[in-house]
């Protein structure tokens, strides 16, 4: 990873931040692996302890300019950070949920906002999901129907959201919802607005899907919510203009889910090499067979080659451009 970060980033000043976290990351995990996770699992040990680490190490405010009281860096640094412990087996949707909403409260938020809900994500204090998924939403946001309207002062949300990564345990959501119908066609981008929800505000309800990530702490929910007070300053930007506002969030969320994606691939790659180096069923390791070795270099080649594209990517991302 040293070498890649020095390639892309020789000539940038986040570099030296960079090669930190790396070092951060290396003396975290001599006291979080695998087995604290089989622990967590087990109920002998909290996942939370991992996250809490994290905290005290600065790592959770990476990403967070330094005048907040983050370490700056960029999505890069949160990008990297999860792709580093996607190589232990220890990333998972917790760490990267508050990096990327808080993300578009950083670029769209009021200097308030960032103070009461960005600034306590860097302590572990509090934590975020992301409401955008309908039952007739997923990838095309613009179909959601959930719909916030103003009451007087307030705003009051209905509707229904599900897939929901950890609505049971996060402080705050970051939904997004409809403040105007759809017009359809080229104006359905149109009336779409976010806010931070209160997650133990009246009116919501959850159901638990029954699907399972292999990690008991990343639980997806359905969420309910019948006239829900949002305060008025919960909208995030401006009202009926979210599309941009939504994109800060789910841009960098992609970057996020591919470095915890490549991440763990790169952990079963490195105990797939471990493996055939030493099980030997006809006498010779499995490994010195090139039927196991070409499938196993292809797979080095796309771990590179995607890693590459993710980090020049985020480059881009952090510089302003067209990622
Ligand atoms: C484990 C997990 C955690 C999640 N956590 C969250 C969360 O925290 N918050 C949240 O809001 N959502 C969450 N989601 C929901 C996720 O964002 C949606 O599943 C995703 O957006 C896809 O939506 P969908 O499942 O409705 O698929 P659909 O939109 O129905 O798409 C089905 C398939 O069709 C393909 N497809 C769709 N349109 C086209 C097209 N025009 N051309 C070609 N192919 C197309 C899609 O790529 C997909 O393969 C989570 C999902 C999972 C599985």
């Known amino acids: 990873m040293r070498n890649l970060i020095k390639q892309i980033y020789s000539d940038s000043d986040q570099c030296d931040l960079l090669l930190g976290v790396v070092d951060a990351v290396d003396g975290l995990t001599t006291h979080f692996d695998r087995e604290y996770v089989k622990q967590c699992e087990l109920g002998k040990r909290d996942y939370r302890e991992l996250y809490q680490a994290m905290a005290d190490n600065g790592l959770l405010g990476l990403g967070i300019p330094e005048q907040y009281g983050g370490m ?58 992301i409401m955008a998924t309908e039952p007739d939403a997923g990838t095309n946001t613009f179909a959601i129907t959930s719909r916030a309207k103003k009451e007087g002062d307030v705003w009051l949300l209905n ?10 345990t996060a402080d705050y959501g970051l939904v997004i919802t409809r403040t105007e119908e759809s017009q359809g066609g080229d104006k359905r981008t149109a009336g779409i607005s976010l806010f931070v929800l209160d997650m133990k505000s009246k009116g919501i309800e959850r159901q638990k899907l029954n699907i399972s ?30 599309m941009a ?79």
């Open 245 to 323: 506002v939504m994109f800060d969030a789910l841009n960098p969320e992609r970057f996020l889910v591919a470095a915890l994606a490549l991440g763990f691939s790169e952990f079963v790659l490195n105990k797939t090499l471990d493996y055939v180096k030493q099980r030997a069923p006809f006498g010779k390791p499995t490994g010195s067979y090139q039927a196991i070795q070409h499938p196993l270099a292809n797979n080095r080649i796309h771990l590179d080659a995607a890693r590459l594209m993710l980090y020049q990517g985020t480059k881009i991302y952090d510089t302003g451009g067209e990622a």
């Open 213 to 242: 990530l292999g990690r008991s702490e990343d639980t997806q929910w359905h969420v309910f919510f019948d006239d829900v007070e949002l305060p008025h300053d919960a909208l995030v930007g401006s009202e009926g203009k979210g």
């Open 159 to 168: 509707g229904q959201k599900t897939f929901i990564t950890q609505a049971d």
């Open 72 to 129: 700056g860096g960029g999505v890069t640094a949160a990008v990297l950070l999860s792709d580093l412990l996607g190589q232990k087996g220890l990333a998972s949707l917790s760490q990267i949920l508050s990096a990327f909403s808080r993300h578009a409260i950083l670029m769209h938020g009021t200097e308030e906002q960032i103070q009461s809900y960005v600034v306590p994500t860097i302590t572990g204090q509090k934590s975020f999901c």
